[in-house]
């Protein structure tokens, strides 16, 4: 059987210089959008954008994972939403300032990452995929449980906007926007550069050709496990920022739907592109927010826009861009 | 997110205005208000509450002849799919962007609560009628809220305490293993053995479930007289379902549901629903003023009939509009102070107060769900069994922990 390999072939070293330029005019344009978005009407309201770069985050530390290391995770909601209550409890029980809240619930998810990480990485395949979802659920179950550190059915509400670093006041939501917009931004540059490593090298090449991978000498585990930990701590810090920007953690956030909604993002966007799953994300959440009005037709409307998506753009949005571009986005 | 304008009322605010102009400009602007209705309208709750809420609502402004007083009515109305975050994202809007000043209606504890926690924030009105959970006036009770139709404490106080004194004396759990299940399941233990019945014994069921027949059979070895469901949504579907399986009602024990309402009986049908005891604040066949209206109500519903929950968004909505023009302003502090000075009266939930603590106060019913043989016609589901006083029904106002009765 042939092997279908998903990655272009190997660029020129002209050419992987003239994609590094190209990729870093587009981080720079998106850092321009970022800072202007919260001054356009109707799409530039800071708590919605702050939603759209949580769930952009999430599935950019999904895609990691599953776009370039060929994991395909059935759990990621565990590590998002266990880390948004852990983040969440802090800042209201504990009267911590937002960044230990947050370095506290990324810290969750590489722990949980870890936990899951190195029972799951020991199957393949569907089995991999099975793993990750029964952990996942019994993290659901331990959150629906325990009322006392999640609030049950109720969530964790009203979490307060503490100081950042005890000075700055984060009671404004435009204030919180571009705090978010830093995280985001550093996170997926940390991802770009972790694709683009040696490291990153290795990982295509294993999801690429698991054997040819052992044969050339590398622990595949040890990579497989990593990237499941980094991913993992990525999700945990969309979910910890979550947490402070909308002031609530609760029980959609550990559901295995939230981890199904992670996958559609990131296919809908674009598996195994950088900017794929910052464009799914934004779609999804768009749809969420803006077809609320119409009531029962939201699900029929996102299911019709899911069947397009399949059907015309099967590499996601940012795929198939990419294609007519002829250069990896 | 649209707009669903009422049109009518849009048109006869414009013809208010036109009139005011006209008469010399008497000075009196009509009051533009916005009234968000805020449910679930695809998911477990759209027959609940969703579109039909829209309608209730919508009643309420015609009902008052909002236009002739001087009150210019617009309403909106958005999905929250269940989902805090979506919820809350909504309500932040409809307050930012979209001068909204009321949100009502809200089922889901989660939302119900997050959006609760904004209108404090915001500074506006939250007249929250579809959210089950009594922190709402407890420990998270808010000057801006008002919670109107029922709560879990009301649920179990009416069950338990009126199955008590109907004869049901000896009571066995079916209890959904999460926080909600055992919440219902200690508040209602509380009433039976307070009223002079026992507790024999329970079962903690998986949540969410769909096989209870093992569940089932304990509680019927258990000979209680009555087996309480401390369950919700699917769970309550399924084992009633698998109740009537096993004749467990035919064999003479009561099931109580402990949040049952009549969209989830239409949908299991009599055959399958008949004998089981539950307790709900309204129920459109109790009088001739409830009759009247779910008539009107089915009219433009497709012959559904309302829900006690869409009866709570009519007569908060009845109760806002008075307030507004009693006192010829949207101030929230002046508008939930003049509600919560004057009792309510509407044709549905009758005369009752307002708490301190944001708990609309009115008498509950206990129902018991008709024989297929006894029911005369479409949607004749409930036989009256007891009515509980408002007093009675629902927590003592200094038994709850809200801050606002301590003040």
């Known amino acids: 059987m042939a092997e279908i390999s998903i990655a272009a072939p190997p660029a020129s070293p002209t050419e992987a210089a003239d994609h590094a330029a190209l990729h870093r005019t587009l981080f720079i344009a998106l850092a321009a959008l970022l800072v202007v978005l919260p001054f356009i009407p109707v799409i530039g309201y800071p708590f919605f954008l702050m939603k759209v770069l949580c769930f952009a985050l999430f599935a950019c530390a999904f895609n990691l994972m599953l776009g370039y290391g060929g994991l395909l995770s059935f759990g990621h909601a565990a590590y998002f939403g266990f880390a948004s209550y852990v983040s969440a409890y802090t800042a209201k029980h504990w009267g911590l300032t937002p960044e230990a809240s947050i370095l506290l619930g990324t810290a969750s998810g590489a722990i949980l990452g870890l936990a899951f990480g190195s029972l799951a990485i020991r199957r393949q395949g569907i089995y991999f995929a099975m793993i990750t979802l029964a952990l996942a659920q019994m993290v659901y179950f331990f959150s629906l449980q325990t009322p006392r550190f999640t609030g049950g059915e109720d969530g964790i509400q009203a979490v307060p906007r503490n100081a950042l670093l005890g000075v700055l006041p984060l009671s404004n939501d435009t204030v919180t926007y571009y705090l978010v917009a830093a995280?985001?931004?550093?996170?997926?540059?940390?991802?770009?550069?972790?694709?683009?490593?040696?490291?990153?090298?290795?990982?295509?090449?294993?999801?690429?050709?698991?054997?040819?991978?052992?044969?050339?000498?590398?622990?595949?585990?040890?990579?497989?496990?990593?990237?499941?930990?980094?991913?993992?701590?990525?999700?945990?810090?969309?979910?910890?920022?979550?947490?402070?920007?909308?002031?609530?953690?609760?029980?959609?956030?550990?559901?295995?739907?939230?981890s199904g909604e992670?996958?559609?993002?990131?296919?809908?966007?674009?598996?195994?592109?950088?900017?794929?799953?910052?464009?799914?994300?934004?779609?999804?959440?768009?749809?969420?927010?803006?077809?609320?009005?119409?009531?029962?037709?939201?699900?029929?409307?996102?299911?019709?826009?899911?069947v397009i998506c399949v059907l015309v753009f099967r590499e996601g949005i940012v795929g198939v861009i990419g294609k007519w571009l002829k250069k990896p986005l | 997110?649209?707009?669903?304008?009422?049109?009518?009322?849009?048109?006869?605010?414009?013809?208010?205005?036109?009139?005011?102009a006209r008469s010399m400009a008497?000075?009196?602007?009509?009051?533009?208000?916005?009234?968000?209705?805020?449910?679930?309208?695809?998911?477990?709750?759209?027959?609940?509450?969703?579109?039909?809420?829209?309608?209730?609502?919508?009643?309420?402004?015609?009902?008052?002849?909002?236009?002739?007083?001087?009150?210019?009515?617009?309403?909106?109305?958005?999905?929250?799919?269940?989902?805090?975050?979506?919820?809350?994202?909504?309500?932040?809007?409809?307050?930012?962007?979209?001068?909204?000043?009321?949100?009502?209606?809200?089922?889901?504890?989660?939302?119900?609560?997050?959006?609760?926690?904004?209108?404090?924030?915001?500074?506006?009105?939250?007249?929250?009628?579809?959210s089950a959970t009594s922190d709402l006036t407890g420990a998270q009770c808010s000057p801006n809220t008002i919670h109107w139709t029922y709560d879990t404490?009301?649920?179990?106080?009416?069950?338990?305490?009126?199955?008590?004194?109907?004869?049901?004396?000896?009571?066995?759990?079916?209890?959904?293993?999460?926080?909600?299940?055992?919440?219902?399941?200690?508040?209602?233990?509380?009433?039976?053995?307070?009223?002079?019945?026992?507790?024999?014994?329970g079962v903690r069921t998986p949540f969410p479930g769909t096989d209870f027949s093992s569940f089932l059979l304990q509680a019927q070895a258990s000979r209680a007289k009555v087996i309480g469901l401390a369950n919700a949504g699917g769970d309550t579907v399924n084992s009633i379902k698998q109740a009537a399986e096993f004749g467990i009602t035919a064999g003479g024990q009561k099931l109580a549901g402990l949040l049952v309402f009549v969209v989830d009986v239409h949908a299991l049908g009599l055959q399958t629903a008949q004998g089981l005891v539950l307790t709900e604040t309204f129920y459109w066949d109790l009088n001739d003023n409830t009759r009247a209206w779910s008539r009107r109500f089915g009219a433009q519903r497709n012959g559904f009939m309302p829900t006690m929950v869409q009866a709570g968004v009519y007569s908060s909505t009845l109760h806002y509009l008075k307030a507004v023009a009693a006192t010829k302003s949207k101030d929230p502090a002046q508008v939930m102070a003049w509600m919560k000075a004057n009792?309510?009266?509407?044709?549905l939930f009758g005369q009752g107060t307002i708490r301190q603590?944001?708990?609309?106060?009115?008498?509950?019913?206990?129902?018991?769900?008709?024989?297929?043989?006894?029911?005369?016609?479409?949607?004749?589901?409930?036989?009256?069994?007891?009515?509980?006083?408002?007093?009675?029904?629902?927590?003592?106002?200094?038994?709850?922990?809200?801050?606002l009765v301590r003040a």
């Open chain 2, 343 to 347: 009792g309510t009266d509407d044709p």
């Open chain 1, 183 to 258: 995280i985001f931004m550093a996170g997926i540059l940390l991802i770009y550069r972790i694709i683009h490593s040696p490291f990153g090298q290795v990982l295509k090449a294993i999801r690429d050709n698991e054997a040819r991978a052992v044969s050339l000498g590398y622990r595949v585990n040890q990579y497989k496990l990593a990237v499941f930990v980094l991913s993992a701590s990525l999700a945990g810090l969309a979910g910890a920022t979550k947490a402070v920007a909308v002031q609530l953690a609760s029980l959609t956030d550990v559901h295995w739907s939230m």
């Open chain 2, 26 to 130: 008497q000075a009196q602007q009509p009051i533009n208000v916005k009234i968000g209705v805020l449910n679930d309208r695809s998911g477990l709750y759209a027959d609940l509450t969703g579109e039909g809420s829209v309608i209730a609502a919508r009643m309420a402004v015609e009902d008052f002849r909002a236009a002739a007083n001087g009150i210019n009515v617009q309403i909106v109305s958005a999905d929250h799919q269940n989902k805090p975050d979506v919820g809350a994202n909504i309500a932040r809007q409809w307050y930012d962007n979209d001068a909204v000043d009321v949100i009502t209606d809200v089922p889901t504890s989660s939302v119900g609560l997050a959006v609760n926690q904004i209108t404090r924030e915001k500074n506006r009105i939250h007249l929250n009628s579809g």
């Open chain 2, 153 to 201: 404490y009301m649920l179990s106080q009416g069950t338990g305490g009126a199955m008590v004194k109907a004869g049901g004396d000896t009571w066995f759990f079916l209890t959904a293993d999460y926080a909600f299940g055992h919440a219902l399941e200690r508040d209602t233990t509380a009433v039976v053995q307070r009223a002079g019945g026992r507790v024999l014994g």
């Open chain 2, 1 to 20: 997110m649209t707009f669903r304008m009422n049109r009518r009322s849009l048109m006869a605010g414009a013809a208010a205005t036109a009139f005011s």
């Open chain 1, 262 to 306: 992670v996958v559609l993002m990131t296919l809908v966007g674009g598996m195994g592109t950088v900017f794929g799953p910052i464009v799914g994300a934004a779609v999804i959440i768009s749809m969420q927010n803006f077809l609320a009005g119409l009531g029962a037709w939201v699900t029929i409307v996102q299911g019709v826009i899911f």
């Open chain 2, 357 to 403: 603590d944001g708990r609309k106060i009115h008498p509950a019913y206990l129902f018991e769900v008709k024989k297929p043989s006894e029911s005369k016609g479409p949607w004749d589901y409930y036989k009256l069994l007891a009515t509980i006083p408002g007093e009675e029904a629902f927590r003592p106002l200094n038994a709850g922990v809200c801050p």
